[in-house]
């Protein structure tokens, strides 16, 4: 179903007020740091720009599993746990641009190295990087720490049973995120990976982490039973994998100008996609053996990128994402009208994304 002028005006107005919230809750916690001096004060700011813009799509996850456990639409538990969620993501991707040795989040340097940078202007003592990399650290658990804060407070807005079932699911989704961003490290150590490999981690790293606990932490705010939740994750699994598939995809082959990160990175890196591993399952041993030596060197970038276009591995990629949609749209054919017509922007919104 297309998306309406007025759903799309409500979810504006939405993630205009999950800004504002966050915005609050960084002001009122502000004076808790002054004391310290303006350097700590600094800190908390940056931390607080860090967490300005993006997608907003976990954000939008939790709204839309709220409304399909029939939640009002203006509830501030909703609003709190949406920017909980997205102070959640603040810290993964401080911690994963620092794990990844990424240069740049959104078109600006990323945290780590935008500490290292102020280490060298200043000229001080020390290691310019060691200090980046401690700084991007403490960052994270801050963000962390906030998003605990927040999602405790909004789920005091709701009853009893409501509030245990939300607070559970945010505990396994922490959990879950951090074994993938593991499972995602450790693969990077093995010469080789297998698609079905690379799709675990893909599964915990993102299909859980981005589409499926949201919708149901705000499901179960909501009010929601099991058999709903279960509903919703027969929705998100398919999808939040497409989306990891589509960010595989961009990784690649995405314009840094829209992504705001350099193209190839995730070639750079070394990290075993599941891109990266349906290239080496569709080559030969000399193909197999060339993308292997290129993966992870600043020079084999462009390399990499040739040999998986031309094993064909992009195109049965897109065609992975295509069956995954039909999961979807399948998936959400079987929920109620109310929940349709707010989920099916949000799965085209997704998949089919240029960043």
């Known amino acids: 179903m297309p998306e309406t002028d007025e759903t799309s005006h409500s979810e504006t107005a939405f993630l205009r007020r999950v800004d504002q919230v966050i915005a609050s809750f960084v002001k009122d916690h502000r004076p808790l740091f002054e004391p310290l001096g ?25 709204r839309a599993g709220w409304l399909a456990a029939g939640g009002d639409d203006d509830a501030d538990a909703m609003v709190a746990a949406a920017a909980a969620i997205e102070l959640l993501q603040g810290s993964a991707l ?27 202007d200043a000229e001080r003592v020390g290691d310019p990087e060691g200090f980046g990399l401690s700084a991007a650290v403490l960052m994270g658990d801050l963000l962390l720490s906030w998003s605990n804060e927040m999602l405790v407070g909004a789920a005091d807005l709701v009853p009893t049973d409501a509030r245990r079932r939300a607070v559970a699911v945010y505990d396994l989704c922490k959990s879950e995120v951090t074994a993938g961003q593991f499972l995602d490290v450790i693969s990077q150590t093995y010469a080789d990976v297998s698609v079905d490999d690379a799709m ?14 949201p919708l149901q932490i705000g499901a179960a705010l909501a009010g929601a039973d099991d058999t709903l939740l279960a509903a919703l994750s027969d929705v998100a699994l398919p999808l939040g994998v497409a989306f990891q598939l589509r960010d595989d995809v961009l990784g690649v082959f995405g314009d840094p100008a829209v992504t705001g990160k350099p193209a190839g990175d995730d070639l750079r890196e070394g990290k075993r996609t599941v891109l990266v591993a349906r290239a080496l399952e569709l080559s030969d041993d000399t193909g197999r053996g060339a993308l292997l030596a290129a993966l992870g060197t600043d020079d084999g970038v462009d390399t990499a990128r040739g040999l998986i276009a031309s094993s064909g591995a992009a195109d049965a990629i897109e065609h992975d994402i295509a069956d995954l949609e039909r999961r979807t749209d399948a998936a959400i054919d079987r ?8 989920l099916r922007p949000l799965a085209l919104k997704a998949t089919r994304r240029a960043r």
């Open 94 to 120: 401080v911690h994963d641009d620092l794990m990844d040795g990424s240069d740049t989040r959104r078109g600006r340097p990323s945290v780590h190295r935008d500490f290292e940078a102020q280490h060298r």
């Open 200 to 213: 675990t981690v893909a599964r915990y790293k993102s299909a859980k982490y981005t589409v499926e606990r």
């Open 38 to 62: 303006s350097q700590v004060v600094d800190f908390v700011d940056a931390a607080a720009r860090f967490v300005e813009g993006g997608k907003r799509l976990r954000a939008s996850f939790v």
């Open 335 to 342: 929920l109620d009208q109310a929940a349709a017509v707010v």
